[in-house]
Nanobody, 125 residues
Framework: QAQLEESGGGAVQPGGSLRLSCSPS????????VGWFRQTPGKEREGVAR????????YYADSVKGRFIISQDRAKDAVYLQMNGLKPEDTGMYYC??????????????????WGQGTQVTVSA
């Protein structure tokens, strides 16, 4: 009964691509800070990318700059994470989180944030 629905994960070879999708179940993404996070057993949760759905401003972690692109489709009320040039270290469970905001200068992990159940991404030869 997740408030966000994630999809697009899978297993790919190094250098491959995946596109993750995040859509809300009971709300809309209007004027919302939406972020993608990843977590691997034994590692802390890491913010990957985020986007402000009103202004379109984006932010990327240094580890994914130049390889990942976060975007939105207002008509479909969806946020995507295009993942290119995937590396084994990108492996992990990817989660989408969203928080109503008038800006997106921080990660959407506050008390008002909603989360999905995650989608697994595995990069290996």
């Amino acid at each position: 009964q997740a408030q966000l629905e994630e999809s697009g994960g899978g297993a790919v070879q190094p250098g491959g691509s995946l596109r993750l999708s995040c859509s809300p179940s009971y709300i809309t993404f209007v004027n919302t800070c939406v972020g993608w996070f990843r977590q691997t057993p034994g590692k802390e949760r890491e913010g990957v990318a985020r986007i402000w759905t009103l202004g379109g401003h984006t932010y990327y972690a240094d580890s994914v700059k130049g390889r990942f692109i976060i975007s939105q489709d207002r008509a479909k009320d969806a946020v995507y994470l295009q993942m290119n040039g995937l590396k084994p270290e990108d492996t992990g469970m990817y989660y989408c989180a969203a928080e109503p905001r008038t800006s997106c200068f921080g990660w959407p992990t506050g008390d008002d944030a909603i989360w999905g159940q995650g989608t697994q991404v595995t990069v290996s030869a």
